[in-house]
């Protein structure tokens, strides 16, 4: 089973827009990471929170985690066509030493 | 794209014959790792190595094996092929164990 949850699956903006995905987990993590991939292509790394920060930034992107709610949320701003692609979540486990994956939100971006 | 090269990029196999697959890195990572991608399924963890000769089970390690002799190179061996094991299969490599992952660009596996 999946640690991390996804949602919304997918998610159609238009350019200069906003888009906001968000991952829920279930049990407690060390680290929560999104990643991006585009189509056909690897993952590729965005930003890594630890269980002991709330918020982190990384140009457009915003990451927030709270643990409390065992959830984070990934937000693109002035989104681009560029950045159309599936998102994924993936938190990281000491236990287990295992970082694992959902089933990853599909942004489209519209010009 | 950092250092890691799997081979081959497209492969077709037939039921029951054995597969390897090879993931190289140049960036002397301690931990390497094999996921398959499936639509509906995400990521899934199969194996990995924190080292020479060390390995560990994923999630999905049934029908696959692995092996590690240098610290560059990790071939995932699909010991009997079967129809439910075509997919997309991605190396990732990784300095410790808690930080970012690096990925392949994926092999393509359609077992026939």
């Known amino acids: 089973s999946q640690q991390g949850e996804e949602d919304p699956q997918a998610l159609s903006i238009q350019e200069g827009e906003n888009a906001t995905m968000n991952c829920s987990y279930k049990t407690s993590i060390n680290n929560l990471q999104w990643y991006r991939q585009n189509s056909g292509r690897g993952l590729v790394h965005l930003i890594l929170i630890r269980s002991n920060e709330r918020e982190k930034h990384s140009g457009r992107l915003r990451v927030t985690l709270d643990t409390s709610k065992k959830s984070s949320s990934l937000l693109i701003t002035a989104s681009r066509a560029a950045d159309t692609a599936s998102y994924f979540c993936a938190t990281y486990k000491a236990a287990g030493n295992k970082l694992t994956f959902g089933g990853g939100t599909r942004v489209l971006v519209k010009p | 794209d950092a250092g890691i090269t799997q081979s081959p990029r497209h492969k077709v196999t037939e039921t029951g014959t054995p597969v390897t697959l090879r993931c190289h890195q140049t960036?002397?990572?301690?931990?390497m790792y094999w996921y398959r991608q499936d639509p509906g399924h995400g990521l899934r963890l199969i194996h990995y190595s924190y080292g020479v000769k060390d390995t560990d089970k994923g999630e999905v390690s049934d029908g696959y094996s692995v092996s590690r002799s240098k610290t560059e190179d990790f071939l995932l061996t699909l010991e009997s092929a079967t129809s439910s094991q075509t997919s997309v299969y991605f190396c990732a490599i990784s300095e410790s164990r808690d930080s970012e992952a690096f990925f392949g660009q994926g092999t393509r596996l359609t077992v026939v």
């Open positions: 960036e002397n990572h301690r931990y």
